[in-house]
């Protein structure tokens, strides 16, 4: 095998030999990468995080509690969009199972509040705002670690031999 240093100047067959080489060098750098590794960046997932951080900024601006509930009822469709496309891409990670547990926990302590204001009579009462607002910081929690599995990269960064 000769090296790609001797072929200087020459042309013809020295020509061709520093054409194999570099393209050897290529083929060795690139490797061979499997095609059917998800793109990174995820488009679906993004839009639907895009959708739920919407969802979430628009929904409970300067609202009575009770009617925030009711807006953040809807975002749940959302969050298990977002799921499903996690487990299409096996992006599920500690932190997302962590953040969408919270996320339901949440949800539950907000539902047993609403359903004490309603009895009440009081759409302002105060433990319902609170959890309200545990519940939007736990979207909140989720969003975020929606975005830091979308944008990591993908196992082994999609470069294994096929």
Same mark, same amino acid.
């Given at each position: 095998? &000769?090296? %790609?240093? &001797?072929? *200087? /100047? *020459?042309? @013809?067959?020295g020509a061709v030999r520093a054409v194999a080489c570099v393209a050897a060098l290529v083929a060795l750098a690139a490797g061979c990468r499997n095609d !059917? =590794? +998800? =793109?990174? /960046?995820? +488009?679906?997932? @993004? #839009? &639907?995080? /895009?959708?739920? !951080? $919407?969802?979430?900024?628009? /929904? %409970? #601006? @300067? $609202?009575? +509690?009770? *009617?925030?509930a009711e807006d953040l009822d809807q975002?749940? #469709?959302? =969050?298990?969009r977002a799921f499903a496309e996690v487990l299409e891409h096996r992006l599920l990670d500690d932190g997302y199972v962590a953040a *969408?547990?919270?996320?339901? $926990? #949440? $949800?539950e302590i907000r539902l047993a509040a609403a359903e004490e204001a309603r009895s009440r009579r009081d759409p302002y009462y105060l433990p319902l705002g609170r959890a309200v607002a545990a519940e939007q910081l736990a979207y909140r929690h989720l969003l975020a670690a929606l975005e830091k599995v979308r944008t990591a990269p993908p +196992? @082994?960064?999609g470069a294994q031999p096929v």
């Open positions: 095998m &000769t090296s %790609c240093s &001797t072929v *200087r /100047g *020459r042309t @013809g067959r !059917s =590794a +998800p =793109a990174w /960046g995820y +488009p679906e997932l @993004g #839009a &639907t995080v /895009g959708s739920l !951080s $919407r969802a979430l900024e628009e /929904g %409970c #601006a @300067g $609202r009575a +509690p009770e *009617r925030c975002l749940d #469709a959302l =969050a298990e *969408r547990n919270q996320v339901d $926990r #949440a $949800r +196992p @082994g960064d």
